[in-house]
């Protein structure tokens, strides 16, 4: 157990909709990083959140946004969802902003769009 | 171009043997490396990382290896135990100063430990 929680453990949803994705990071991390697994792409760095600022980009489409409250969960939103968009999705935290320290997955979201 | 590959998809080897799962990467720039786990229905598990100012770094029965000059990344697992079969990935980090976080994940490698 890492001590990063994700929920849902599994959702599923139609084309078109949303979805709202929720992450609580380990105790005393202030960075939170999501990323996406998918069969064809393999794990692709999403979006990092620092103690409520956005710190850094990875390959997120406009459809898709993330917050960092002040409790330090983190939510990702998936808007006008489509059938490419299933996939898993996790939620790391660590410590520092910095790239160069330990991140702590959680066990994941799965993502099935029909 | 951004790219961090691996040589081989797929490894399977015999338990109690060495395993060594090979990385390479593009990107001169970058400046730290990590090799993460991942168990079937889990996310992914920090195993080691090295700086590029290293070129060596030992863990418990784990070992990285960092070649610089091709650019290229090893993991090395001692006596190689049926609880070790899983995807590993290697990463890479440029920009660890903060200000430029980015993490590029490889495909995988998938180790099978056969009993």
């Known amino acids: 157990d890492s001590g990063v929680t994700q929920t849902p453990k599994h959702l599923i949803t139609a084309t078109g909709q949303r979805v709202t994705l929720r992450c609580s990071p380990r105790?005393?991390?202030?960075?939170v990083y999501w990323y996406q697994q998918s069969l064809d792409q393999g794990l692709q760095f999403l979006i990092q959140?620092?103690?409520?600022?956005?710190?850094a980009k990875g390959n997120i489409l406009e459809r898709f946004s993330a917050q960092q409250f002040p409790d330090l969960h983190s939510e990702l939103n998936l808007s006008s969802l489509e059938l490419g968009d299933s996939a898993l999705y996790f939620c790391?935290?660590?410590?520092?902003?910095?790239?160069?320290?330990?991140?702590?997955f959680g066990p994941g979201t799965r993502l099935t769009v029909l | 171009g951004e790219s961090v590959g691996l040589h081989l998809p797929t490894l399977s080897v015999q338990e109690g043997d060495n395993s060594i799962i090979n990385c390479a990467y593009s990107?001169?720039?970058?400046?730290?490396f990590i090799w993460y786990k991942q168990e079937s229905g889990k996310g992914p598990q920090f195993i080691i990382d090295?700086?590029?100012?290293?070129d060596k770094r030992q863990g418990q029965r784990v070992t990285v290896l960092l070649n610089k000059t091709v650019k290229h990344l090893s993991l090395q697992i001692a006596a190689t135990q049926p609880g070790d079969s899983a995807v590993y990935f290697c990463?890479?980090?440029?920009?660890?100063?903060?200000?430029?976080?980015?993490?590029?994940f490889g495909k995988g490698t998938l180790l099978t430990v056969n009993p």
């Open positions: 090295i700086r590029s100012n290293m």
């Open positions: 105790s005393g991390d202030l960075s």
């Open positions: 790391a935290s660590s410590v520092r902003a910095s790239g160069d320290n330990e991140q702590f």
């Open positions: 959140y620092y103690n409520g600022e956005e710190r």
């Open positions: 990107n001169s720039a970058s400046d730290y």
């Open positions: 990463a890479e980090n440029r920009g660890s100063g903060g200000s430029n976080y980015k993490l590029t």
